[in-house]
């Protein structure tokens, strides 16, 4: 089952740019994480976000959580070609710690 | 990648043959998971272990088979019985995830293999 839903499914900038994704999700959480899949790699973990959090930053990534709107959003700014992947959001799925991840925004920067 | 590897890399498998992806771990962490990831979507969790000799169906486990004899090792076995088995099998662990663990609302970070792409020829 689906928890975590990204959109959009994909996106095409300029390196420079800013890439905004977002994740929605249906059912109550602790926290979020954000993963990053380049083609044909395993996922690396990006960032966590707690449920008591609103923002947090890492780098060039700025993750935001509305509990309220059960969505999140990773801003990554000034992009680079080497930030073209899936990016994943992960939630637990309710009453338990397994993640749930969704089917990804695809994105493309261009050099 | 670090501290997970997965092998093969590439799979080829015949019809009705049965096929086992290995998984092993130096990272000393207690769970261990393998995901189907089919293009175009997220991932599918097939099975999870918690402790040694413990193991969970995820949501499609049905076709495969675990076991978890090993802290390191987490084999998965494609089995006949799985119908459409091509896809991009990832596995996974996080240093949390002993049972008492399992009724927690908190998800621990997850750390991944580089993955294993098997072809039904």
């Known amino acids: 089952s689906q928890q975590g839903e990204e959109d959009p499914q994909a996106l095409s900038i300029q390196e420079g740019e800013n890439a905004t994704m977002n994740c929605s999700y249906k059912t109550s959480i602790n926290n979020l994480q954000w993963y990053r899949q380049n083609s044909g790699r395993g996922l690396v973990h990006l960032i966590l976000?707690?449920?008591?959090?609103r923002e947090k930053h890492s780098g060039r990534l700025r993750v935001t959580l509305d509990t309220s709107k059960k969505s999140s959003s990773l801003l990554i700014t000034a992009s680079r070609a080497a930030d073209t992947a899936s990016y994943f959001c992960?939630?637990?799925?309710?009453?338990?710690?397994?993640?749930?991840f969704g089917r990804g925004t695809s994105l493309i920067v261009h050099p | 990648d670090g501290g997970i590897t997965q092998s093969p890399k590439y799979l080829f498998r015949k019809e009705g043959q049965n096929v086992t992806l290995s998984c092993e771990q130096n990272?000393?962490?207690?769970?261990m998971y393998w995901y189907r990831q089919d293009p175009g979507q997220g991932l599918r969790l097939i099975y999870y272990s918690q402790i040694v000799n413990d193991f969970q169906k995820g949501d499609i486990a049905e076709g495969y088979s675990v076991s978890r004899e090993k802290k390191e090792s987490f084999p998965l076995t494609v089995t006949s019985a799985q119908k459409n088995p091509t896809a991009f099998y990832l596995c996974?662990?996080?240093?949390?995830?002993?049972?008492?663990?399992?009724?927690?609302?908190?998800?621990?970070?997850?750390?991944f293999g580089p993955g294993t792409r098997l072809t039904v020829l």
């Open positions: 976000i707690r449920s008591n959090e």
């Open positions: 996974a662990t996080t240093s949390g995830g002993g049972l008492s663990r399992y009724k927690g609302t908190s998800t621990d970070t997850q750390y």
């Open positions: 990272l000393n962490h207690d769970a």
């Open positions: 992960a939630t637990g799925r309710g009453g338990s710690y397994i993640p749930t």
